[in-house]
Every structure is written in C-alpha cells, then in structure tokens.
C-alpha cells in the first residue's frame, strides 16, 4: 500500500503523485512526460495553493563541472 499523501500538500502535486504510483504501468508519466510537466510548472505554475514564491537564484558562486564523466558509473543504455 502507498502511504498517505498529507493534505498539505498542492493539489497539483497531488495529482502527480497519484499519477506515478498509478497501479497499470503504462498509465504512468513516462520520463519525458515528467520532464516536461517540472519545466512547465518551473515557467508557469500559477497555483494559489503553492507554498512558494519564485525567485531568481544566485548561481554565479557555484563550482564549475567541466567534466561530468566521472559523476556516471555506470555504462549509459541504448534507448
């Protein structure tokens, strides 16, 4: 059984969870669904439910990754 999705929470996170833990697989949201629905709510959420504001981030100060190879250890997959 899944466990209890607290009533805190958005609907629309809700309905999204609901989705993933859908019991027909193929009825889930495949990795390209979800990719797209975080980048839509990332431009659009307009939720009067949401607990957040958005806000621009200062990234400037982060480390650079100019060699992302070593953070994969496992042999990428042919789709």
Do not use: G, H
Not at 45 to 73: G, H, M, Q, W
């Amino acid at each position: 059984s899944r466990p209890t999705i607290i009533n805190e929470i958005a609907d629309l996170f809700k309905r999204l969870i609901n989705e993933c833990w859908e019991t027909v697989l193929t009825k889930r949201p495949t990795a390209n669904a979800l990719m797209e629905i975080f980048n839509n709510w990332a431009v659009n959420v307009n939720d009067p439910e949401a607990c957040y504001a958005n806000r621009l981030f200062n990234i400037s100060n982060l480390p650079k990754l100019d060699d992302l190879s070593n953070l994969y250890t496992q042999p990428v997959l042919d789709q």
